[in-house]
């Protein structure tokens, strides 16, 4: 049985940092695509970034810059790393898993997600 597991959430204070990890059992994804994806209180789920086989990664405008995942195959592990966090960056963010190599930004395109972690940024 695959699964997702997140972890690393938790409350900071404007301006600080957190790193989440998903950690993947049940299937190696080294030769597939992986994302984190966010959603906040009455509002969609959207993308955050993703990360292809070759490590090749993908922001969403609103965190490029700030936010940096990355993979550890070897750990069957995804990261991301988040700075200079806003309030407006307060969600559960969702790991996700695409089978394939291709990256995309479309929620309904990955095949596998993580139950969740709570990042909550106060002003």
């Known amino acids: 049985q695959v699964q997702l597991v997140e972890s690393g959430g938790g409350l900071v204070q404007a301006g600080g940092s957190l790193r989440l990890s998903c950690a993947a059992s049940g299937r190696t994804f080294s030769s597939d695509a992986m994302g984190w994806f966010r959603q906040a209180p009455g509002k969609e789920r959207e993308f955050v970034a993703a990360i292809n086989w070759s490590s090749t990664t993908y922001y969403a405008d609103s965190v490029k810059g700030r936010f940096t995942i990355s993979r550890d195959n070897a750990k069957n592990t995804v990261y991301l790393q988040m700075n200079s966090l806003k309030p407006e960056d307060t969600a559960v963010y969702f790991c996700?898993?695409?089978?394939?190599?291709?990256?995309?930004?479309?929620?309904?395109?990955?095949?596998?997600w993580g139950q969740g972690t709570q990042v909550t940024v106060s002003s």
């Open positions: 996700a898993a695409r089978l394939g190599i291709g990256v995309t930004m479309i929620t309904n395109a990955y095949n596998y």
